[in-house]
């Protein structure tokens, strides 16, 4: 049977009329309400269906057995990672000891740029820094650390001690003096060894506190010693009074004294034209060694004054050949005349050209010898330190 489409003259009965009204974005129109209901059968449909299920995210907890899984990888990370980061760090504490070195070569030279020798070693143990003396070869009671003040920017610490009477001690100078000896310098201790702070002076004896500075309980000290030579003289407390200082027939009496073959001799100065080994080739200023067991307690009889004192074990070292070469810090042991670092890679040392050079305690004991003497003749090969 053939449908033919209603013509305008055709009745539509009114039950079967449809109102379409055009769709309207405000209103609640019909094609907007159709196509809700499509979306909510269709979801009412598939939600309970086996593929919404695997799709949809399920919660889930770790298990003991995973959490420990992880925590064990994350530990053999950690073990693995952490060595590269000390190395890293200690590298960067090898480079910042260099740098000190640097700045306290550096130092010397301008010294003796200045003044015409370098900076002179002091009296002894029992002396510190006199700025009213100057930088004087003799009279300067003070050691090679004191008189290079100045040459670091640390005028205001050279200075402390004044009292505008070079030939006499008083109360303002030693109160001075005191001061000075609290005053700790982070260019003078090496990073991976200990902090500059101050350290307990364990010197109980009178007969060893400084004559020209009032005790204190706790006093500044360094990592790096001047290179003494090879040949060891002992330094002494120097002499008792300024008067005797002064004076020749005091040192008269010192055996050796004027026969230090390095760059730092007691009541005097050596000049650069006296390094005739060259300046490349001699020690001035290196790590001295220290038993890490000693590194705090102030107990250990080359590291208990303060680093401004005259002529001392304690900012001086030897190349002795007995001793052998620089040796890296070790606990139980300790030596008052070698050159050592904490440094698993070696020992630091500024030569007297300023350059710095890290030694291997490896070295051949012979050109360890001969680096510590100005003035023996010997040809020394650089690549073989």
């Excluded at 449909?45 to 889930?60: E, R, V």
């Excluded at 982070?186 to 702070?197: D, F, G, I, K």
């Excluded at 390095?262 to 650069?272: I, T, Y």
Aim: glycine share 10%; net charge negative.
């Amino acid at each position: 049977m053939k449908c033919n489409p209603p013509t305008a003259d055709t009745a539509v009965p009114a039950a079967t009329k449809r109102s379409f009204a055009p769709y309207s974005q405000g209103s609640n129109s019909y094609p907007r309400e159709r196509s809700r209901r499509v979306f909510s059968r269709l979801f009412d449909s598939h939600a309970g269906s086996p593929a919404a299920k695997a799709a949809s995210p399920i919660a889930a907890a770790f298990t003991l057995v995973e959490l420990l899984v992880v925590t064990t990888i994350i530990g053999i990370l950690i073990a693995l990672l952490l060595p590269a980061v000390q190395a890293a760090r200690e590298a960067a504490r090898v480079v910042q000891c260099q740098n000190h070195l640097k700045q306290i070569g550096l130092a010397w030279l301008h010294h003796e740029d200045q003044n015409g020798f370098l900076p002179a070693g002091g009296w002894g143990e029992r002396w510190v820094g006199d700025p009213d003396r100057g930088p004087h070869e003799e009279r300067q009671t003070g050691g090679w650390l004191y008189n290079i003040l100045p040459y670091l920017e640390q005028q205001a610490i050279y200075d402390m001690p004044a009292d505008g009477q070079p030939d006499s001690i008083t109360d303002q100078q030693k109160a001075g003096a005191a001061v000075m000896c609290q005053q700790p310098l982070e260019l003078m201790n090496c990073p991976s060894r200990r902090p500059a702070v101050l350290y307990p002076t364990n010197i109980v004896e009178e007969q060893f506190w400084a004559r020209n500075a009032t005790h204190t309980n706790t006093m500044a000290r360094g990592d790096y010693a001047a290179n003494g030579g090879d040949i060891y003289i002992y330094p002494g407390c120097g002499p008792a009074s300024l008067f005797l200082g002064d004076g020749k027939p005091f040192w008269n009496t010192y055996k050796g004294l004027g026969q230090e073959t390095g760059v730092n001799r007691q009541h005097g100065a050596v000049r650069l034209s006296q390094i005739t080994d060259g300046t490349s080739h001699t020690y001035l200023v290196g790590e001295k060694y220290l038993n890490p067991d000693e590194y705090f307690s102030g107990a250990f009889r080359a590291d208990n004054t303060t680093m401004y004192t005259g002529f001392d074990i304690d900012i001086c070292r030897w190349t002795v050949p007995e001793n052998g070469p620089p040796l890296p810090d070790q606990s139980g042991m300790s030596s008052e005349y070698l050159f050592g670092s904490p440094h698993a890679s070696g020992c630091n040392f500024v030569l007297c050209d300023g350059s710095v050079q890290m030694i291997n305690y490896s070295i051949n004991p012979e050109i360890h010898r001969c680096l510590g003497n100005r003035e023996d003749g010997a040809i020394i090969d650089a690549k073989s330190f």
